[in-house]
C-alpha cells in the first residue's frame, strides 16, 4: 500500500499551495465592432479592481486565443474580508468594453480556498447592487444562466494527469463572453476646399440667380415671339406685382417722396394699394382707389389695419 | 483686461469637442516608444518563426520590458510590462511609515529583488520569460500570452532553462521550461512548452538556497549554494534525469566568490573565480575534474572584470571566450571544451587593446565566430585559426563606451562575411550597425528621464540686448552703434537674397515647419535621467536628440532631482552627487559643485539679482545653496518632509523662519502637494453670467493643495500658504488609497480623481473626478469680504483670510488616471485643458475644462442664461471621448509626469510627458487654433478665387461700361 502511494508523494507535497482556486476565462467573440478579435493589440487586458487598499489589483494580458485568463483566483489573507467584490475592466485602447462586477466567496475548503460566486454586467455610475442579469458563477448553476459553468472535481489517483484543471480538490472554470461596446476613433477628417460646397451657399446661389436673371432676360425677351411678348407686357402691367414694383419705382424717383400720384403723372402706380394688397384686400380694394396718392393709401391701410 | 475678458468669453464658446486630425496625427506629436536598457543575458537576434529567415531582437530591460525591436528599422515590435501582471503585494500606507518587522524583512531578503530571464529556441514560435514568481511564455511574433504560470506562495523563479520535449512536435510544442524557484531549498519543475501544466517537479529538501540551472540535452543540472555554516561558497551540483526529474548523482564544488554557469546544448560548465583574480576555474558540470585556467598577461594591470561567453555549436567541442577588462585595456582569452573528458584548454588570446571594448559571439555554419567591437572599428574572429577574417570601421563611436553586443554574422561564399551588431552603450544608448555603418540607434536612457524643464532659444536675446544698450546710451552713441549693427548684418544680405526666391516658393506652396517653429517658438527640451545623464530633445523635429551629455563618475545611488533654466544653462540638481551646470545649446559642462550633495527637493526662489536655488533637506528644511546668495526679504516656500508626515511654511530671506506646519492626522501619510504654476496667468478675475453680473473667482497666489491618505480614506486640504490656514477640505471614505490620487490646482480651481465607492447608501465602485471651483462670494456682483472693507487688504494678518465660496461637482470616469496635468497659455485667455495620464490605456487625454464646469445644472435643463453662459446638464458619467485622446493611437506607456509651456501663439501650449517609460511630446490648441492659419487654409484657393475675381472684372468692365453707355444715350 504504501509503494503504491509512492509516487503520489511529489503530488502530495502540493497539495497545501494548489487548493482550490477558481481560474476565470474571458473570451472575446468576433462582433460588428470587433470582426477579428485577433487584430486586438498585445496590450490589451483586463483587471480585477477591488477599491479596498489592502487588495491589490490583478491583472491579467490577451492571450494568442483571444481570450483573458485569470487562474488561481483567491482571497486575500486579510482575515477582515470573508468575501471579495471586483470591478472587472477589459482595457484595449482601440475598443471599449463592457465593465463587469465578479464576486468572489470562500470556497468549501478550509484552507482559503476561493470561488466565483457570480458575475454579472454592471454599468459605470449606477449603484453596485444594481446589476444586469448573471452570466457566470455558482450562483449560475442553478438557473439555466447564459455562462458555461465547469466545475471538473480531481479525483486525485492518477498521477500522471498533465491537464491543469485536474489538480487535487475543487477547480472552478467560470467562462464569459467579453461584450464589445463601441470602437475608438481618435481622428476628425479635415474638411478640405470643396467648390460644390462653396457654390451651394445660400449667398452665392442668390447671386447666381441674379446674374441669371440680369443676363437672362434681356436676351429671353428678345427671342420670344412678338406676339407672347406682347401679352406678357400687358399681363404685367396688371399684375399686382407689376404694379408693387412701378409705385416703388415711382416713389424712388417722387424725390421726398410727399404725393407719388402727382409725379407718376397716372401710372399703374396710382392704381395700386400696397397695404391693402398685403392685407389681403385684393381687387376690390384697388377699385376703391380711385385717385387718392398711394402714400395715403399706405397710411389708411395700416390704419385699418389697426383697426 | 475687459479686452481679455471678452475674448475669454468668445473662446469658451469656441471650445466644442475637438479631435486630432487625421492630417496633424503623427506631425505635431512625437513618442519614443522605449524598452528601457537592455540587459546583456537577456538581449537576443532570434527567429520568430520557421517560415521566414528574418529575424528580431528580443530583450528584457532593466525595466523589466520584454520586447521585440525590428532588426531594420529598430521599431518595437511588441513590448510587454513584466512587472504589471504580477500579484505584488499592496503597498499599504501605514507600512510605508512603519519599517516592516524582523519576519518581513527576513522573507524580504530570502526572495531577494526579481530576476528577469528571457528564452528562445529556434522554430518554437513563442519566447519564454520569467520574472518574479511568473513563467510566461509570449507568442514570438505578436506578443500575446501563449501561457503564464505563477510558482506557488509568490516564490521567486531563479533560473529556467528550455530543453527539448522529446515529443510528437506536430500535436505540441518542441520544448518544454525547466524552471527552478524556491528560497530555502529550491524545486525544479519541468513546464509542458504547449500549456505551461507541470510535467513533473523536483523538491530539494535539504535547506541549500538554490542557484542556477544548467542543461544539456541529456540531463539538467541544478546547482544550490550549501548553507554558510556548514561550507561557505559551497557548490552542490545535483544532476536530473529530464524524463521524469530522478536525482542521478551529485557533487560538491568549492567556489569563489563570482559564480557563472553557461549550458550548451552538449555542455553545461561552471565557472568561478575571485574578484581581480589572475585566474579563473572551471567545472564541467556532471564529472569532477577542476580546470585551472590562467588569465595572465606580461602586462601587470589589475583586472577589473571578467565575463564569461559561451560559444555553443551543435558539434563538439564547444567554446568559452572570457573577456577580460582592465583599467586601461581589454583583451579576451578562448578556451576548448572537450565534453567527453571534461577538460579545457586553451585555445589562443585575442589581442590586448586599449580602451574599453565588448565581444559577442555568434556561430556561422555551426562554428562559432568572435566579435570585439570597440569605439572604432569592428574585428570579426573566426574559430578555427583563430584570426581575424574581417574588419570594419565604424563610423561613429558608441555613446559611452561600448557595454554588451550581440552579433549575426552571415558567410556569403568562401569569405565574404555581413555582420549585425546590436550594441548597448553604456550611456544606454541601443544601436544597430550593418557592417559598422549605423542602421538606427533607439535613446533608451530616456526611459529613466525624472526631471524635464522647457529652454527658450536664446539667440534672440543678442538682438534684445543690443537694442537695450542702443535705448539707454546718448543719440550719437546709440547711431554709431547701431549703424555698425547693419553693417555687420550686410554680409548675411547675399546668402539671403540667394534664398529669397527659393524662399518665397517654398512659403507659397506649402506652410513651412520653419515658420511655424518661428510662431510657436524656438523651445528646447532638456531632461535628465535618474543616472544623472542629460539629454536635449528638439520638439520642432520630432524629439530628434540635439545634444546627450553622460555625467562622469555619478554614483549608482545619484538621483536627479531638479531641473532649472535660467538665461541659456541648465542648472541639475543631483542628489548624492551634486550640482552641475550645462550649456543649454550644446551641452557643454560649465561648472560642477559636489559640496554638501543631499537633498531631496530643489526650490527656485526669486533673488535680489538672480533666482537663488534652496536645497529641501530631509525634514523639510531650506537651505540656500550658498551663504550669502538668498531669497529677497519676504520669500514665501512650502516644503514637504520626505517621511510624508509634514508639510511647512517657511519664511526665507537673510534668516529662514518656519512659519507653520501642517501635520498629517495619526496614521495617514500626506502623499501629494501641489501648488498653483509658476506660469498661471488669469486673464478675467470673475465669471460673466447669462444675466450680466459677475461672480469673482478667488484667485490668490498662494493656495497650496495637499492629500492626505489613510487606508481607505483620504482628505484634501486647500492651505493659504502664507499663514497655514486651512480654506477647504473634503474627506472621501472607502477610497482605494494604494492607487495614486492624482491632483491639479490652477486659476480658480483644483480637481483629483480616486478610485472608491461613490455615496454609502448605493456603493459603486467607479473613478471618480471631483471639481472643485473657488469664488469669492455665493453672490454675483460681491466681492465678499473683499469688496466692503476696503482695498487694503493683507493676508498677513490672520483676521482677513476669508474663506472661498465652493462649488463642487464629481463625475464618474470608467478610467483610472494616474497623473493630472494642466495646459499652460502666454496670457491664459485660451481656455484650459486638463490633461490626464490613463495608464490602463496607456493614453494621454486633454478633457476641455467647460466639461468639467461644477454649475452645470443637476437633473433640470439649462435656462436661457445657463446656456447662455455655456452649461449644459450635468451628467454624472463623464464619457471620456476618443476625440480627447492627445496621444491618439499611439501607445504611451508609463508617464508618469505631463509638463506644459506656453508658446508665443495664445492658441498653443506645448505639453510633454514623461517619467516611467516612453517620453511623448505634442502640442494643443484648447480653444482651436484662433490666431494662426492652419493646415486647413488653402492658399491655392485663395490665389483661385482672387484671379477668378480679376478677370470675372476684366470681363465685365467693359459690358457695365457699355450698357452705361448705352443707358445715357437713352436718356
Redesign the interface.
Known sequence: MLLLLLPLLPLLATIPHLCSAASLIISIPPSTQLPNPNTLPPSTHATLLSGDPQVSPISTPLTTRSTIEFHNLSLPASPASSAQSYLLTISALSHVFACYRVDIIPGGSVDGGAVIEGIWKTYPGSAWSDRGPILGGKAAQGGGASGRVVNSAGSGSSSEGPAPEQQPGQEQTVRIDAKVLSRREFYEQRAGFNPLGLLMNPMVLLGVVAMGITFGMPYLMDNIDPDLKAEFQEQQKNSPLAGMHSALQAAASGGGGSTAGGVGGGGPASNFDLASWMAGAGKSAQGQGGVSSSGVDLREGAGARKR | MRLNALLTLFLSYVSSV??????E?YHVDYHHALLGIPQAETTFFHQPSSSSNASLLYTISEKAIIGAVNPKDGSVV???SLA??L????T??EDVVKLPNEEQQRALRGIGPAKAGLLAEEGSGFVVSYYGSAVSAW?AM???????R?M??GQHVKSAQLIPSGRDVSSSSAVDVVVLYGTEGGTVTRL?GS?????????DRSGASPRYLASTKKSIYYVSEQSAVLAANSMKIVSLNTENGREDKSHVLKTDEVVTVSSCPNVAFISWHERSSRSMKVNVLGSNKVNTLNLERSNEEEIEAVSVLPGCGDSSPSHILVHVQTRNGVWAEVFDIDSDSAEVRKAYSLLYLKGKGAFAVSIVDEKPHFTRITDFEIELYSFAPGIMVARWPRNQPSFGGPGHAQAEVVLRGQSNYAIRISEVAKGGEWTLMRNGELVWSRPEMLANVVAAAWVEDVSGEALAHELDFEGHENPLRAYTHRLKRHLRDLEYLPAWLQQLPSSATSGLLTSKAETEKGLLGHKLLVVATSTGQHVALDPAKAGAIKWKRLAQEASDEARAVSLYVHDGVVTSYVNKWGIMTINATDGRDISFDQSDAHFTGVIIAPGPVAPVAYRISRDGQPKPTAIDDVAKDGTYLVTRSASGQDVQGWMVGRSNIKLWTFSSAAGSRITNVVARPAHDPVSSIGKVLGDRSVLYKYLSPNLVLITSAK??SFTIYLLDSITGTILYSATHE??????PIPSVLSENWFTYSF????DAK?????HQLVIVELYESPIPNDRGPLGSSSANYSSFYPGSITKPHTITQSF????SISHMSVTQTAQGITSRQLLCTLP????IIAIPRYLLDPRRPVDRDPTREEAEEGLFRYS??LDLD??F?LS??R?V?GIQKIISAPTLLESTSLVFGFGGLDVFGTRVTPSKAFDVLG??F?KL?LIGTVAALGLGTAVLAPMVRRKAVERGWKL
Open positions: 475637438h479631435a486630432i486630425l487625421a492630417d496625427a511588441w513590448r510587454q504589471d501582471s500579484p505584488e503585494p499592496p499599504v500606507v507568442d505578436n506578443g500575446k500570452l501563449a501561457w503564464q505563477f506557488p506562495q509542458d500549456s505551461g501544466a507541470v510535467v513533473w517537479e523536483y523538491e487606508r481607505g472607502d477610497a482605494d488609497t494604494s492607487s478610485f472608491g465607492t461613490s448605493s456603493p459603486s465602485k467607479c464618474v470616469i470608467t478610467q490602463d490605456l496607456n493614453a454624472p458619467v476618443p476625440k485622446f491618439h493611437s501607445e506607456v493646415k486647413g488653402n484657393a
